[in-house]
């Protein structure tokens, strides 16, 4: 048997030693081989067939290098959507799982020189989402395929027949409403019928007709007496018939045609009341069921500007900067834009706080009775926390609120 046969040990030895992963800088892609030892890289950079090849590489060599460079992201992203499609994980795990390939494009034939500038180009590209973390970069990939696209139309499909559904809603009871309000004004009673003036007591009841002025008086002084007693009679009759008028209590329908306008007037207010009351205590109910269904624990949305209140961020001086939600995920995590330098943070809404801008600025309603409505700022009431505004579009367009709190409301871009 020879010295260097394949089933000598000094070959079996050298086989063992070749399964494991050697250092990288010992490696040379042209050629393909791996070198134990910084002795053995030397001796292989001066030989024949690496001599060729690295004719072979001066010829084009932006070419090879961003053919390698290409390999090695597909290979990369390949790894991604197989084994951490749905997933947010650190990148040295996933640059481990692909190396531990013996047969991989090498890191040192490419255009990055470490994993640190790798991570960032996918960021750029927006190929993966990319976080710089106290535990190091993490990355995510993001899934552009056609089937996972098609899912999201439908999901988006089913997010506006929810919208459409509960505007529908809030349109059957503002119609409920209207409805109520119609029915009360024609249940009030219109006008008011002047009372009857048969009851008015007579205001001369001595010249009224009486059967012993048929009496035809004698000639003599007998006649005229019995003539004054009765005119004296029926004076009498007449004052106290009006003291018995004056002493009485005075009814509706004994004054004047003034006191039965302002009786009229009185009713109709009464009645304007009533119908006012009954239609605030509608509205107010409709109030209360919306506050119960829209008043949710979660309260990110896409499009609003929010401010970053985590401390564990402050060395990388992301810690009371404002940035711009791009995506909500599990209705508690945000994809926040930062402002300033473009960078895409992951954060959870308990390390994040409403931003109120200046006033006559945009807002949307992120909680609470009318959520998701965009509004408009009129004025901020900073003792009690809380601010007026004006919703501008929608169903609810012009409607004022004068007392929602801070947290309820966040500011938009135009």
């Given at each position: 048997?020879?010295?260097?046969?394949?089933?000598?040990?000094?070959?079996i030895?050298?086989?063992?030693?070749?399964?494991?992963?050697?250092?990288?800088?010992?490696?040379?892609?042209?050629?393909?081989?791996?070198?134990?030892?910084?002795?053995?890289?030397?001796?292989?950079?001066?030989?024949?067939?690496?001599?060729?090849?690295?004719?072979?590489?001066?010829?084009n060599?932006?070419?090879?290098?961003?053919?390698y460079?290409?390999?090695?992201?597909?290979?990369?992203?390949?790894?991604?959507?197989?084994?951490?499609?749905?997933?947010?994980?650190?990148?040295?795990?996933?640059?481990?799982?692909?190396?531990?390939?013996?047969?991989?494009?090498h890191m040192?034939?490419?255009?990055?020189?470490?994993?640190?500038?790798?991570?960032?180009?996918?960021?750029?590209?927006?190929?993966?989402?990319?976080?710089?973390?106290?535990?190091?970069?993490?990355?995510?990939?993001?899934?552009?395929?056609?089937?996972?696209?098609?899912?999201?139309?439908?999901?988006?499909?089913?997010?506006?027949?929810?919208?459409a559904?509960?505007?529908?809603?809030?349109?059957?009871?503002?119609?409920?409403?209207?409805?109520?309000?119609?029915?009360?004004?024609?249940?009030?009673?219109?006008?008011?019928?002047?009372?009857?003036?048969?009851?008015?007591?007579?205001e001369?009841?001595?010249?009224?007709?009486?059967?012993?002025?048929?009496?035809?008086?004698?000639?003599?002084?007998?006649?005229?007496?019995?003539?004054?007693?009765?005119?004296?009679?029926?004076?009498?009759?007449?004052?106290?018939?009006?003291?018995?008028?004056?002493?009485?209590?005075?009814?509706?329908?004994?004054?004047g045609?003034?006191?039965?306008?302002?009786?009229?007037?009185?009713?109709?207010?009464?009645?304007?009341?009533?119908?006012g009351?009954?239609?605030?205590?509608?509205?107010?109910?409709?109030?209360?069921?919306?506050?119960?269904?829209?008043?949710?624990?979660?309260?990110?949305?896409?499009?609003?500007?929010?401010?970053?209140?985590?401390?564990?961020?402050?060395?990388?001086?992301?810690?009371?900067?404002?940035?711009?939600?791009?995506?909500?995920i599990?209705?508690?995590?945000?994809?926040?834009?930062?402002?300033?330098?473009k960078?895409?943070?992951?954060?959870?809404?308990?390390?994040?706080?409403?931003?109120?801008p200046?006033?006559?600025?945009?807002?949307?309603?992120?909680?609470?009775?009318?959520?998701?409505?965009?509004?408009?700022?009129?004025?901020?009431d900073?003792?009690?926390?809380?601010?007026?505004?004006?919703?501008?579009k929608?169903?609810y367009?012009?409607?004022?609120?004068?007392?929602?709190?801070?947290?309820?409301i966040?500011?938009?871009l135009?």
């Amino acid at each position: 048997m020879g010295k260097n046969d394949f089933l000598t040990p000094k070959a079996i030895a050298n086989r063992i030693k070749a399964k494991g992963l050697q250092k990288l800088r010992w490696y040379c892609q042209m050629c393909q081989k791996q070198c134990r030892d910084e002795n053995g890289f030397k001796c292989h950079c001066m030989s024949e067939s690496h001599q060729r090849q690295m004719q072979v590489f001066g010829q084009n060599p932006t070419r090879v290098v961003d053919g390698y460079s290409e390999e090695f992201e597909n290979a990369f992203l390949d790894l991604m959507r197989r084994s951490h499609r749905f997933s947010r994980i650190a990148a040295t795990v996933v640059y481990n799982e692909y190396i531990s390939d013996r047969h991989h494009v090498h890191m040192n034939s490419t255009q990055w020189a470490t994993l640190t500038e790798f991570v960032k180009y996918l960021g750029r590209t927006g190929k993966c989402k990319v976080e710089d973390t106290p535990k190091g970069w993490f990355i995510t990939y993001i899934d552009r395929d056609s089937e996972t696209l098609f899912k999201d139309r439908l999901k988006n499909k089913r997010l506006r027949a929810d919208l459409a559904d509960e505007e529908r809603q809030e349109r059957a009871i503002a119609l409920q409403i209207e409805r109520a309000t119609s029915l009360l004004h024609s249940s009030s009673p219109s006008s008011e019928e002047p009372p009857s003036s048969s009851s008015n007591p007579p205001e001369n009841r001595g010249s009224s007709s009486n059967p012993d002025s048929n009496v035809q008086p004698d000639n003599g002084s007998g006649g005229k007496i019995a003539f004054s007693l009765q005119s004296a009679s029926a004076a009498s009759k007449s004052n106290l018939a009006n003291e018995t008028t004056s002493k009485a209590p005075k009814l509706g329908f004994d004054e004047g045609p003034e006191s039965e306008k302002n009786l009229a007037t009185s009713k109709k207010s009464k009645a304007a009341s009533d119908r006012g009351g009954a239609l605030d205590e509608l509205m107010r109910e409709e109030e209360k069921a919306k506050e119960r269904s829209n008043r949710k624990d979660y309260w990110l949305c896409e499009g609003i500007v929010v401010k970053v209140m985590s401390k564990t961020l402050a060395d990388k001086g992301y810690y009371k900067q404002k940035g711009l939600v791009k995506r909500v995920i599990d209705k508690y995590v945000g994809e926040i834009e930062m402002l300033e330098s473009k960078h895409l943070l992951r954060v959870d809404q308990e390390e994040l706080e409403t931003v109120i801008p200046q006033i006559g600025g945009l807002v949307r309603i992120v909680n609470g009775a009318y959520r998701g409505s965009d509004a408009r700022l009129l004025s901020v009431d900073t003792e009690n926390y809380c601010a007026k505004v004006q919703i501008e579009k929608g169903i609810y367009d012009g409607r004022v609120l004068k007392a929602i709190e801070y947290e309820d409301i966040c500011k938009i871009l135009h």
